[in-house]
């Protein structure tokens, strides 16, 4: 059993579960059920790990300052 800490609330998760999801960029954390179900309320609908999350502000904003 595989057990890690929620990226969002920390709450203690258990991998093996159904209601955990991985960060879609580096699938390494985990997002209770709760969470995840807020994180998909606005667009565009990314489940980021914090690290990942910074990497995708960054491109974004690199993206940006080219148009």
Same mark, same amino acid.
């Given at each position: 059993?595989? $057990?890690? =800490?929620?990226?969002?609330?920390? #709450? *203690? @998760?258990?991998? $093996?579960?159904?209601? =955990? +999801? /991985?960060?879609?960029?580096?699938? &390494?954390? %985990?997002?209770? $059920? #709760?969470?995840? $179900?807020?994180? #998909? &309320?606005? /667009? /565009? %609908?990314?489940? @980021?790990?914090?690290?990942? +999350?910074?990497?995708? +502000?960054?491109? *974004?904003?690199?993206? !940006?300052? !080219?148009?």
């Amino acid at each position: 059993m595989a $057990e890690t =800490v929620c990226g969002n609330c920390d #709450k *203690m @998760l258990d991998t $093996e579960d159904f209601d =955990v +999801e /991985p960060c879609q960029d580096c699938g &390494k954390w %985990h997002f209770c $059920e #709760k969470c995840a $179900e807020d994180l #998909k &309320k606005y /667009p /565009p %609908h990314l489940i @980021l790990c914090q690290s990942c +999350e910074i990497d995708y +502000e960054d491109a *974004m904003t690199e993206y !940006d300052d !080219d148009f």
